[in-house]
């Protein structure tokens, strides 16, 4: 299959970017990895009147860290996420993540803007931001506004970014230093989208949890935090009955589809194993109780 006719664009600037955006009246779309946009272009399940090539604006690609937070430029590449010293360092969970995105030729051209921009409640990007409670900076011709994770992801495929705005950076707040995580992931063949996947991070000492944050991928329309899970561990620390507790919880705060890669209770039993797997090597990395593996039964 080919792509249908389309005019394109390949501005230097943001301001510019956003004047195409705004001549087209809701009619291009923009041009980041293109790991998403061209499969949907070649089987015309898109038909922009324009393509808005983001690749030659260099001030959208870099990470910086400072007051606290990690910035990356929306079109910061996923394979220099993945091997970025200040991700490794401030945010470990992130570059964890990464390393379950598609294959290498999809994370050297993927950006994590795209990713996010895209909004698959089964990628793993999502999933990370909402866990870390990040946030995204749009800019269009009315300005620039920051959107929460819970903000930005409406349903599937679908944000509350304007047809004229364009997501320009990417804020995490840096994972305290000797917090525990862990990004945990089922998929039919490595490279595939999530059936399902769970990001966790943990805050604590020995038994006692200061912080708990869990989020899932591939169960709903968005990624689903899972605050009922998060208040056991915090209210009764990391024994294992809590992390039992915890991952039961889990399964039933999600309300994941039927679909031809798995049912919904397929998915919901696959939160409650994740969610306990997370849990125990998020545990484990900062020195918590050693725990036995969670039963896949049941």
């Not at 606290?68 to 970025?84: K, N």
């Amino acid at each position: 299959m080919k792509p249908p006719k389309f005019d394109y664009h390949a501005p230097p600037t943001v301001d510019e970017a956003i004047a195409l955006l705004t001549r087209y009246g809701g009619e291009a779309k923009l041009l980041a990895g293109g790991q998403s946009l061209v499969p949907l272009l070649n089987f015309r399940l898109s038909r922009p009147a324009a393509l808005v090539d983001l690749n030659r604006i260099p001030s959208l690609a870099y990470v910086r860290e400072a007051d606290g937070y990690v910035r990356l430029g929306a079109m910061t590449r996923q394979r220099t996420i993945e091997f970025s010293p200040v991700v490794r360092r401030r945010l470990p969970l992130l570059a964890e993540a990464t390393a379950f995105v598609g294959h290498l030729p999809i994370r050297t051209r993927g950006t994590i803007g795209g990713s996010l921009a895209h909004a698959d409640p089964a990628a793993e990007y999502p999933t990370t931001l909402t866990a870390l409670g990040g946030e995204v900076v749009v800019r269009g011709p009315r300005g620039e506004r920051t959107l929460q994770a819970g903000d930005l992801f409406q349903s599937y495929l679908a944000t509350a970014l304007g047809a004229d705005e364009i997501l320009i950076e990417i804020r995490f707040p840096a994972m305290p230093d000797g917090a525990g995580f862990a990004f945990e992931e089922f998929s039919r063949r490595h490279g595939d989208f999530a059936i399902v996947g769970i990001a966790a991070m943990i805050i604590g000492q020995g038994l006692s949890c200061t912080a708990a944050r869990l989020a899932t991928a591939g169960v709903g329309p968005s990624p689903v935090r899972l605050r009922g899970a998060e208040e056991i561990l915090e209210r009764e620390g990391l024994t294992e009955a809590a992390i039992e507790a915890a991952a039961r919880r889990a399964a039933t705060l999600v309300d994941p589809p039927s679909d031809i890669h798995a049912s919904a209770d397929y998915r919901r039993n696959l939160t409650r194993v994740l969610t306990g797997r997370a849990l125990r090597r998020a545990i484990a990395r900062i020195g918590g109780p050693e725990c036995p593996t969670l039963s896949s039964s049941g």
